[in-house]
């Protein structure tokens, strides 16, 4: 019933950008939280960033000079900006949500199938 999508990954060289998108389709009533993760090869999935619904925001220690999230609640999106891409972040980026599908629902988290973002040297 809800569904995330994610895009904008793909091949950069180290020193460029990109911008991540995820947008959540479905029966939604809210969004809370939205947030990224990554999961490089044979490593365990970090926190990259969330975003309440107000705009705070939270980053992991390694990307918080490089990286900004944001989001646009009327479209029900979250971005992820990325510069200076070093070797290191290549992943699966991993969007997820914290999403309410009626008024009296429970919030449950959602998480899209990811998008792939290698950085070359």
């Known amino acids: 019933q809800v569904q995330l999508a994610e895009s904008g990954g793909g091949l950069v060289q180290a020193g460029g950008s990109l911008r991540l998108s995820c947008v959540a389709s479905?029966?939604?009533?809210?969004?809370?939280?939205m947030g990224w993760h990554r999961q490089a090869p044979g490593k365990q999935r970090e926190l990259v960033a969330t975003i309440t619904r107000g705009g705070s925001t939270d980053y992991a220690d390694s990307v918080k000079d490089r990286f900004t999230i944001s989001r646009d609640n009327a479209k029900n999106a979250v971005y992820l900006q990325i510069n200076s891409l070093k070797p290191e972040d290549t992943a699966v980026y991993y969007c997820n949500a914290d999403i309410k599908i009626g008024a009296y629902a429970l919030w449950s988290n959602y998480w899209g199938q990811g998008t792939q973002v290698t950085v070359s040297s």
């Open positions: 479905g029966k939604i009533f809210s969004i809370n939280v």
